[in-house]
């Protein structure tokens, strides 16, 4: 079955500091994967997507995410974090093209020190 | 324009219980999910409705769960006999096309505490 693993349940890094929170899968085939954050208090949004292509993609708010197959991974970077972009950060992985149904990871706190 | 809606946004209820989740879609959107938020499990899957296609209720942790979608746009999820295992939030997305590619639509969720 299709999985994701966040290995970091919580981060904290300074304002201004580079950040790369870890997502890897499990998954046969070429899988579709996302980042989501949720603010406190917000709903989910999504950050970025991957489906094919080139490996390295841009989101909104800076972030970048770099798809790796042969490490099985999809990190989610950015170059310097702002105290705003402190949340919960969700990798997910859609098993199938035509439903849209997302397993989720189990989400990575970021904490931003001023 | 509006986004997804969800009510209750707090439910506190008593263990056995039944209570029921309301999710407004986006006007338009014929894809509706319903995901669930608890502490230790993560953001799971629960049921999926496209149109008048038969939902994918591969999620749905229990028989006590259920749920359905009348007229293909406002969606109930009905927890029968709640448990305290069942405290978590419950989230509710819509999107235009059930597609991967196409960006689901998150509501605020309902937090659902079982006593």
């Known amino acids: 079955a299709q999985s994701v693993t966040q290995p970091d349940i919580h981060i904290t890094v300074s304002e201004g500091a580079s950040l790369e929170l870890r997502c890897n899968y499990s998954?046969?085939?070429?899988?579709?994967l996302f980042w989501y954050v949720q603010s406190p208090g917000q709903g989910l949004q999504l950050l970025l997507k991957y489906f094919s292509g080139d490996t390295l993609v841009q989101g909104i708010k800076g972030f970048e995410a770099e798809f790796k197959r042969s490490q099985s991974s999809f990190n989610l970077r950015k170059p310097s974090v702002h105290w705003s972009d402190a949340a919960e950060y969700f990798c997910?992985?859609?098993?199938?093209?035509?439903?849209?149904?997302?397993?989720f990871g189990q989400g990575t706190t970021l904490q931003v020190k001023p | 324009g509006a986004g997804v809606s969800q009510s209750p946004s707090n439910k506190v209820t008593e263990k056995g219980k039944d209570v029921e989740l309301r999710c407004d879609p986006i006007?338009?959107?014929?894809?509706l999910y319903w995901y669930r938020q608890s502490l230790g499990q993560g953001l799971e899957f629960l049921i999926y409705f496209q149109g008048n296609s038969a939902p994918d209720k591969s999620g749905l942790p229990s028989d006590r769960f259920s749920a359905e979608r009348t007229g293909g746009s406002v969606s109930t999820l009905t927890i029968q006999r709640t448990q305290q295992e069942d405290s978590a939030v419950y989230l509710c997305?819509?999107?235009?096309?059930?597609?991967?590619?196409?960006?689901?639509?998150f509501g605020p969720g309902t937090r659902l505490t079982v006593t």
């Open positions: 998954y046969g085939a070429t899988p579709y």
């Open positions: 006007s338009g959107h014929t894809a």
């Open positions: 997305a819509s999107s235009p096309k059930p597609r991967v590619s196409v960006e689901q639509y």
């Open positions: 997910a992985v859609s098993p199938t093209s035509n439903t849209g149904k997302l397993i």
